[in-house]
């Protein structure tokens, strides 16, 4: 496996992958030598100058955050086994280790905003409670937008300007700044135009905050940690605390939410590498391999190895 700058630079791969196969590159950020900035802005135009048809058609896992805005056509971009319909009222956002490829039958044009993971404003906690910094989580961001007329023109606005900012000959400390300054009111714009941020403003910031710990909690324990009970544990509340507060804001339980995310990362690796099952329920903190099957079974509807290779056979039908 070869890890790729984006978008197209190739160069050897250095850490431990042990489920890497020659199906799915890795995608980090690696500009330009001389671009010497946090965040990125292209069109789709200079990305196809950049890179050839086959690294744009591959699966590739992502390294970074990437802002999605399309300007002109339609296109279907995959993310995480989803095939999500984009036109020009469409955005995506999405976040380090998901897994997508371009669309490269559509000549859809529009603006790739690649962000530094580094360089994400994270959320201040010490804000009062009822302001927005409090609620706006990426982690809780949605992967696709669909925005009204004026909306979209106000995002394309404050990306082109980040472009042209990004040009700017100034000290690279300074423009760094300005840039994740105008990021971060692009992720505010985000989170107000969606129905989730419309509930969670009547919704107590307590709740808010201890959902937002938990997805944290989850995404670093969630291979050695299936049980709601050491989440609740290590968040300090109780298990009735944790559930009201997982439930009222994405309308499902913790053990739900736990499960989901499982269930997607053994799809990940169900589809793109090639190790026994055996390999993956281990890698995900089953000790029996049968229980692992019980389990995606009752979460995807199908066992392991059935998703596998249907999913592998819809991808040699697309060739």
Not at 121 to 146: C, K, Q, W, Y
Not at 182 to 209: F, G, S, W, Y
């Amino acid at each position: 496996m070869l890890e790729h700058s984006f978008p197209g630079r190739i160069t050897p791969m250095t850490r431990n992958t042990p489920f890497a196969t020659k199906d799915i590159i890795t995608v980090g950020y690696a500009p330009d030598p001389a671009y010497q900035l946090d965040i990125e802005i292209l069109t789709m135009a200079q990305v196809r100058k950049k890179a050839d048809l086959e690294f744009l058609s591959s699966l590739e896992i992502i390294e970074f955050y990437l802002l999605m805005s399309f300007s002109k056509g339609s296109c279907h971009h995959m993310v995480d086994f989803e095939e999500i319909p984009c036109d020009t009222s469409s955005l995506l956002f999405l976040q380090p280790g998901q897994i997508q490829r371009f669309d490269t039958t559509s000549e859809w044009q529009g603006w790739l905003v690649i962000i530094r993971p580094e360089a994400m404003l994270p959320t201040n906690e010490f804000m009062p409670e009822g302001d927005i910094s409090t609620a706006l989580s990426v982690g809780r961001l949605p992967t696709h937008f669909s925005v009204n007329a004026n909306d979209k023109a106000a995002f394309d606005e404050i990306i082109a300007r980040m472009h042209q900012d990004s040009k700017l000959e100034h000290r690279p400390s300074d423009i760094n700044q300005l840039l994740r300054n105008q990021l971060d009111v692009l992720l505010c714009r985000l989170r107000l135009i969606t129905a989730e941020h419309a509930r969670n403003v009547h919704l107590a910031p307590a709740h808010l905050k201890l959902h937002r710990r938990f997805r944290i909690a989850v995404e670093s324990h969630f291979r050695s940690h299936h049980n709601v009970t050491h989440y609740a544990t290590l968040l300090g509340c109780s298990g009735k605390s944790l559930s009201r507060a997982v439930t009222s804001i994405c309308g499902i339980s913790p053990k739900e939410f736990l499960s989901m995310r499982i269930t997607l990362e053994a799809k990940r690796l169900l589809a793109y590498t090639d190790r026994p099952i055996g390999l993956i329920a281990d890698h995900l903190g089953f000790e029996d391999p049968s229980y692992f099957i019980k389990f995606f079974r009752r979460n995807a509807d199908c066992s392991p190895g059935t998703f596998r290779n249907c999913y592998r056979q819809q991808q040699r039908n697309r060739q």
